[in-house]
């Protein structure tokens, strides 16, 4: 059984580009949540997408969009970067979206912006 | 709204020795903790989770941690520390809906030899 797999591991960006980022979720998996993780900081929910839906969205700004496809994968895009969204960027996917039920993490995105 | 707090940014053991990592939560309905762990350049990783049956819940490598709804409290704890423990360790609420998890800010736990 594959895990949840992210692209790409590093990227670096300048100010004001667009970033997009993929994530595949876990097989028989049907929900894709996304998460920023600040340096020395636990992660900060942006947004859930299930079966293709947005399904839940955090205090981030409309820059942030996503996408989930058919086979259940993910991508975040983000607009006019910023210094600040230099972070880690974790995508989670889960059987549904119970409190009960555990989300499934991968490596994540290093995302610098200078 | 439901939150977790992290009381201690960092705790330092020895091998060998019990470790207790402290959460305290906030939640307004019956709610499901999680504990994850997060090695270094790693993704994040369950260790246990709470959804309203024991209250004692045992997890993997070791650790437990209790529910005590009366303090407010999910602690977890191990008897004695291996070096591989070290690592970031977070408490977790979901919120009501099920959609997002809300991390408390972590405690880094260093073991020395």
């Known amino acids: 059984e594959t895990g949840v797999t992210q692209s790409p591991t590093h990227l670096i960006k300048t100010r004001g580009q667009q970033v997009t980022l993929r994530c595949s979720s876990q097989s028989g998996h049907n929900t894709v949540s996304w998460y920023q993780q600040a340096l020395g900081q636990g992660p900060q929910f942006i947004f859930q997408y299930y079966r293709e839906e947005e399904n839940g969205r955090g205090n981030f700004p409309p820059r942030f969009s996503g996408l989930q496809f058919p086979n259940y994968s993910s991508e975040l895009n983000v607009n006019a970067l910023e210094l600040d969204d230099s972070a880690l960027y974790l995508c989670?996917?889960?059987?549904?979206?119970?409190?009960?039920?555990?989300?499934?993490f991968g490596p994540g995105t290093r995302l610098t912006v200078l | 709204a439901q939150s977790v707090t992290q009381l201690d940014s960092h705790v330092s053991v020895s091998e060998g020795t019990p470790v207790l990592l402290r959460c305290n939560y906030s939640?307004?309905?019956?709610?499901?903790l999680f504990w994850y762990v997060q090695h270094p350049n790693k993704g994040l990783q369950l260790l246990l989770k709470y959804t309203s049956a024991a209250t004692l819940v045992k997890g993997i490598n070791g650790f437990e941690a209790e529910f005590k709804k009366s303090e407010t409290s999910f602690h977890l704890t191990k008897p004695s520390a291996h070096m591989s423990d070290a690592a970031e360790y977070f408490c977790?609420?979901?919120?009501?809906?099920?959609?997002?998890?809300?991390f408390g800010k972590g405690t880094t736990l260093s073991v020395s030899s």
């Open positions: 977790v609420v979901p919120n009501q809906a099920g959609t997002a998890l809300i």
């Open positions: 989670a996917s889960s059987p549904g979206t119970s409190r009960l039920i555990e989300q499934f």
């Open positions: 939640s307004s309905y019956s709610p499901s």
